[in-house]
């Protein structure tokens, strides 16, 4: 039987494991301008974080000591949730150089909301906006980071 427990303890450590390999893709880029961050600056911390929360998540279950929780396999529909959210990330990724990082953020997220079916539609849109807003000042804009801003902002 699959418990909460060893299930937070597997995930924690694939993401630490995932972290761990982001922190060494980071350090083989190269380039970048230098009155902006270095182009590794931004996946280095985000690796350095996904090895903190992993190993966190792990540790925690791991020194967990009381009742354990069994949980159940998705079904059918949960096996395609997973599948076409995961089609979404792969559509994210493809299109993220033809269209820029805010306007797939906006599409992503909108289609993300919508399949999910967490709120209105209005509401994924106007979560949309701010994202992709948010995204290309902060990232491209204020920290001067090698994201594709599309053809909207160029």
């Known amino acids: 039987m699959k418990t909460q427990r060893a299930a937070d303890i597997v995930v924690g450590c694939f993401i630490a494991l995932f972290g761990i390999f982001i922190i060494y893709a980071s350090t083989l880029i190269t380039g970048g301008a230098e009155h902006r961050l270095p182009p590794e600056t931004f996946p280095m911390v985000v690796g350095i974080l996904l090895l903190l929360c992993g190993s966190a998540l792990a540790l925690k279950s791991w020194r967990l000591h009381g009742e354990d929780f069994a949980i159940k396999w998705p079904d ?7 599948l076409v959210t995961l089609a979404g990330v792969a559509g994210f990724n ?61």
Do not use: C, H, Q
Not at 113 to 138: D, E, M, N
């Open 94 to 154: 493809l299109l993220l150089n033809r269209l820029g990082l805010p306007l797939t953020s906006f599409l992503y997220i909108t289609f993300s909301i919508w399949y999910l079916k967490r709120s209105k539609w209005l509401t994924a849109i106007v979560i949309s906006l701010i994202t992709a807003a948010i995204s290309y000042f902060l990232f491209i804009r204020l920290l001067g980071l090698s994201f594709p801003a599309g053809f909207l902002f160029d």
């Open 76 to 82: 059918g529909e949960g096996v395609r949730m997973i």
